[in-house]
């Protein structure tokens, strides 16, 4: 059934592209006079086009052949003159189209930018946690790219085409109906052969976009974990997983490249078929003296105009599909608002006091396996309590629900009494700060990592350095607190980077406290500094440690020890040693790493 489903979204289908092109132009609405004033220049450009072959049937026809009296508008000067001007009057408003089509282009290309960043913001974590970071990346790079070429180049030039089209249409049968049907005779059997090729095209980008997103991943991930690559010598296989992945590609472009490589050539021998039957047909015409050479002229000249447009548009056409594929993949994920997380409504609350109660909480990640089973356990505001469990038992489950990242399935979690399904996340969050094991740091400096952008004064800062004790750190940096910091904070030792997140969760003042103590070995002296750092920011907050040393686990008011998903024991360090329990065989089995006790 899953399978089912999968499969049902991924096959291509022309509704998918009316709708996904009907966003795109809401997207572009903004623009709508830009776009207007380039279509009354595709008007005039095209009108010039249009009306030069006539102005030369005219000389030929009227002038030369029909003998007309060549004096005042009629003379060749004044012919010339005209020519000239609708010649020009064509470029300049060409010139403005390109312009101005391109800056619209680029607008709504910004736009649809910011929104596909927006939107990715907001994916709540248990659809981030089945989502490459590389499908989500190609949405914002590759699909964005492809939707600005065919807005910039295709899409105008595609108005321009079907206008030229249509015009040329006109003024062939305008001028003889005979001639313009004999003249488009090669029309049908060519567009049976593009409607052919049209959803092997199509398929064909669903399978490309698709190999790219999986390539962007396995270069981020492999960027990441270039250091384990190297480390582990494993260089060799992860090139031959790369080179599976890079012949997929390949392959599947070499289709594109064989399917686009055959459109222009086809269309270049429909517009020979298209002249010689026109030559053939319009010589014997003249014979006849039914038509005069110039018309016959005038058509030969429609007729490469009018496949010139033919030749681009299927030369476009793959840039066309694949635009239009990337359309419906950027749409899939901007329209997935019901999956969004919804920061701002909820009931909102400016300052908590920190009290957290879970009720007989059962969750699941995936709704089949319970990781936690009927939890409950009571924290009042200013507590500290610490989480003791084996790896798997639920205690990093238990932080990320409390920070709203996923929803519970049984049970009541209540933030100062209130459900937290009710509370307004954004306030939620805003009262929450977190110290992770693995600290994330940004590029930037250190001072944009500690604030995060956040309006926070000198004085918070310079207390929160203070009280992170972070204030070594930065004094060591020549830059102090505007040291670049590197992606992920690469140039930072582990103990640096956990004392600048200390300073991060400090100066954004929360009531709750989030620590997911370090395991890593420091050394002595940062690690005295991190103790002092935990004890500054859990004093008057209620604290949640996932703790792994003995130190913390001692200091904290309650211990809640965990097993496979249940709480098997709570209290302090004392009662828990009293009981004589799984905590007691903890401690004496030396589990619970001894350090700067
Ligand atoms: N995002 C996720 N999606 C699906 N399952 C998950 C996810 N995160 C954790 N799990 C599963 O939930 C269980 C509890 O994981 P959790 O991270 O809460 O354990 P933990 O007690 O914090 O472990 P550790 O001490 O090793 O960090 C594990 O079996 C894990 O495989």
């Given at each position: 059934m899953k399978f089912m489903r999968n499969k049902a979204r991924s096959i291509p289908n022309t509704a998918g592209s009316v709708n996904s092109l009907r966003e795109l132009l809401k997207i572009s609405s903004p623009q709508k006079s830009k776009l207007l004033l380039a279509c009354v220049c595709v008007v005039i450009v095209n009108t010039a086009v249009i009306y030069k072959p006539i102005i030369l049937k005219?000389?030929?026809?009227?002038?030369?052949?029909?003998?007309?009296?060549?004096?005042?508008?009629?003379?060749?000067?004044?012919?010339?003159?005209?020519?000239?001007?609708?010649?020009?009057?064509?470029?300049?408003?060409?010139?403005?189209?390109?312009?101005?089509?391109?800056?619209?282009?680029?607008?709504?290309?910004?736009?649809?930018?910011?929104?596909?960043?927006?939107?990715?913001?907001?994916?709540?974590?248990?659809?981030?946690?089945?989502?490459?970071?590389?499908?989500?990346?190609?949405?914002?790079?590759?699909?964005?790219?492809?939707?600005?070429?065919?807005?910039?180049?295709?899409?105008?030039?595609?108005?321009?085409?079907?206008?030229?089209?249509?015009?040329?249409?006109?003024?062939?049968?305008?001028?003889?109906?005979?001639?313009?049907?004999?003249?488009?005779?090669?029309?049908?059997?060519?567009?049976?052969?593009?409607?052919?090729?049209?959803?092997?095209?199509?398929?064909?980008?669903?399978?490309?976009?698709?190999?790219?997103?999986?390539?962007?991943?396995?270069?981020?991930?492999?960027?990441?974990?270039?250091?384990?690559?190297?480390?582990?010598?494993?260089?060799?296989e992860k090139e031959q997983e790369f080179k599976k992945l890079n012949q997929e590609y390949f392959q599947s472009t070499m289709i594109q490249v064989r399917l686009n490589s055959f459109l222009r050539p086809a269309s270049e021998v429909f517009q020979s078929l298209s002249v010689a039957i026109l030559i053939w047909y319009g010589m014997g015409q003249i014979s006849n003296h039914h038509i005069q050479i110039g018309l016959l002229y005038a058509f030969t000249t429609y007729v490469k105009q009018f496949f010139n447009p033919i030749a681009d548009l299927s030369e476009r056409y793959t840039s066309i599909q694949s635009a239009l594929v990337s359309t419906e993949r950027i749409f899939d994920l901007l329209n997935r608002k019901d999956i969004l997380e919804d920061l701002d409504s909820g009931i909102p609350m400016d300052e908590i006091k920190g009290d957290i109660e879970f009720k007989n909480v059962w969750f699941s990640y995936d709704n089949e396996n319970w990781i936690l089973k009927d939890v409950s356990f009571k924290i009042s505001p200013g507590q500290s309590v610490a989480f003791v469990g084996e790896t798997g038992s639920g205690k990093t489950t238990i932080i990320s629900l409390i920070s709203g990242f996923y929803k519970i399935q049984k049970g009541e979690i209540l933030i100062d009494g209130f459900n937290?399904?009710?509370?307004?996340?954004?306030?939620?969050?805003?009262?929450?700060s977190v110290v992770l094991q693995d600290v994330f740091l940004f590029s930037g400096t250190i001072k944009s990592n500690i604030t995060l952008g956040n309006p926070i004064d000198e004085r918070t800062l310079s207390e929160a350095i203070q009280y992170s004790c972070c204030d070594s750190v930065i004094d060591s940096f020549p830059n102090g607190m505007e040291e670049p910091v590197m992606e992920r904070g690469a140039t930072l030792s582990a103990g640096q980077r956990q004392l600048i997140s200390f300073a991060r969760a400090i100066a954004h003042n929360p009531r709750i406290f989030i620590l997911d103590e370090a395991t890593a070995n420091i050394d002595t002296n940062t690690e005295k500094l991190i103790q002092k750092a935990i004890e500054n920011t859990v004093k008057n907050r209620t604290t949640l440690i996932i703790a792994h040393r003995l130190s913390t686990i001692k200091n904290a008011d309650n211990i809640i020890v965990l097993k496979n998903g249940t709480i098997i024991e709570m209290g302090n360090h004392s009662k828990l040693l009293q009981n004589n329990g799984y905590y007691a065989e903890l401690v004496s089995e030396n589990s619970l790493t001894n350090k700067v006790s």
């Open positions: 005219f000389v030929i026809d009227d002038l030369f052949i029909g003998q007309k009296a060549q004096t005042g508008f009629y003379s060749l000067t004044s012919i010339g003159i005209i020519y000239l001007l609708v010649s020009l009057t064509g470029s300049l408003f060409g010139y403005i189209q390109v312009n101005v089509i391109n800056a619209a282009g680029q607008q709504m290309i910004k736009a649809l930018r910011e929104r596909v960043f927006q939107t990715i913001q907001l994916l709540p974590l248990h659809y981030l946690d089945k989502t490459s970071s590389g499908r989500l990346i190609t949405r914002a790079t590759n699909d964005i790219s492809e939707i600005s070429d065919m807005y910039t180049d295709v899409l105008m030039n595609l108005f321009n085409d079907i206008f030229l089209l249509t015009g040329i249409l006109y003024a062939m049968i305008h001028l003889n109906l005979e001639l313009a049907l004999v003249a488009l005779a090669v029309i049908p059997p060519m567009a049976a052969l593009v409607t052919v090729i049209k959803n092997k095209v199509r398929r064909n980008f669903f399978t490309v976009k698709h190999i790219i997103g999986k390539i962007n991943s396995f270069m981020a991930e492999n960027i990441s974990g270039m250091k384990i690559i190297q480390i582990f010598n494993a260089e060799k937290l399904n009710h509370l307004n996340l954004r306030d939620l969050r805003k009262n929450i």
